[in-house]
């Protein structure tokens, strides 16, 4: 993606890109209580802009963020399927389950009740608990 030049502020403290509407970086979104959510080579990204530097996360490997310019988190790093930061979810490519429900728990749209069905259901193969989906 290129950014042109030129910013409009939504008035909530977020840069947007004029063209794209976007935000600037995923550092000023989170620090505006909006979450970020990332899995596999999308966690690089975040690695190289330092979004990871002072948060805890994962991804495919340590190493793959280890070899990131830019990237100073490996004490954050966390060898877990998904994890959670406050509004910074991340995951590996091996884990999008993990990933949505994660994901689903931070935007708050899923009970924890019904989180862990979901678990259940698309990770184990548990086919008892689609009664609780």
Not at 42 to 57: F, K, M, Q
Request: charged share 10%.
């Amino acid at each position: 993606m290129h950014w042109r030049s030129g910013t409009s502020n939504t008035g909530s403290g977020i840069t947007l890109n004029p063209i794209t509407r976007t935000p600037h970086n995923a550092t000023s979104v989170l620090e505006s209580d909006i979450p970020v959510v990332a899995i596999c080579g999308a966690t690089a990204g975040l690695a190289r802009i330092g979004v990871l530097n002072d948060r805890y996360h994962t991804s495919s490997v340590a190493a793959y963020l280890g070899g990131q310019p830019g990237y100073e988190g490996q004490s954050y790093y966390r060898n877990s399927r998904a994890v959670s930061d406050g509004g910074l979810v991340t995951a590996g490519p091996q884990s999008p389950v993990q990933f949505a429900t994660q994901t689903l728990r931070v935007l708050g749209l899923a009970s924890d009740s019904i989180l862990q069905a979901y678990e259940s259901v698309f990770c184990n193969g548990d086919t008892s608990a689609y009664a609780a989906l």
